[in-house]
């Protein structure tokens, strides 16, 4: 994982975007286990890859939503939020509780824009 170590390794300069990518992604230095370093590289460009998809899916909806009082853009801010605090905590050695943070946060993202929905399917379904 180490950039400097495998870029020695190559004949070719590693690019800019390439240093930048490994800056955002590198686990801390205190995690020293070759499995964790791996889980907390991945944590991190997962959380990264989905803040910012997360952000550019709003951005094209905004615009391109034909209603006047779309709110859900607070949802999307609110989630992206809470996923840049998870990511910080992925950045040190605790990158056990950013997955298990990680984890609720998407439970309880489906079960809140979903939950509305499902109740009222489910009493629906036992009352029809």
């Given at each position: 994982m180490n950039l400097e170590a495998s870029s020695s390794s190559?004949?070719?300069?590693?690019?800019?975007?390439?240093?930048?990518?490994?800056?955002?992604?590198?686990?801390?230095?205190?995690i020293t286990e070759p499995d964790q370093r791996r889980q907390a590289?991945?944590?991190?460009?997962?959380?990264?890859?989905?803040?910012?998809?997360?952000?550019?899916?709003?951005?094209?909806?905004?615009?391109?939503?034909?209603?006047?009082?779309?709110?859900?853009?607070?949802?999307?801010?609110?989630?992206?939020?809470?996923?840049?605090v998870i990511y910080g905590v992925s950045r040190t050695q605790h990158i056990r509780l950013a997955s298990i943070l990680a984890i609720f946060l998407v439970i309880a993202a489906i079960l809140l824009r979903a939950g509305p929905s499902l109740t009222v399917c489910w009493v629906d379904f036992w009352i029809s």
């Open positions: 190559n004949s070719k300069p590693v690019k800019p975007i390439h240093r930048l990518w490994h800056w955002f992604i590198a686990p801390s230095s205190q590289v991945l944590l991190s460009a997962l959380l990264l890859v989905l803040m910012v998809a997360g952000g550019l899916v709003e951005a094209l909806t905004i615009p391109l939503i034909d209603q006047p009082n779309y709110t859900g853009y607070w949802d999307t801010l609110a989630a992206i939020c809470f996923m840049a």
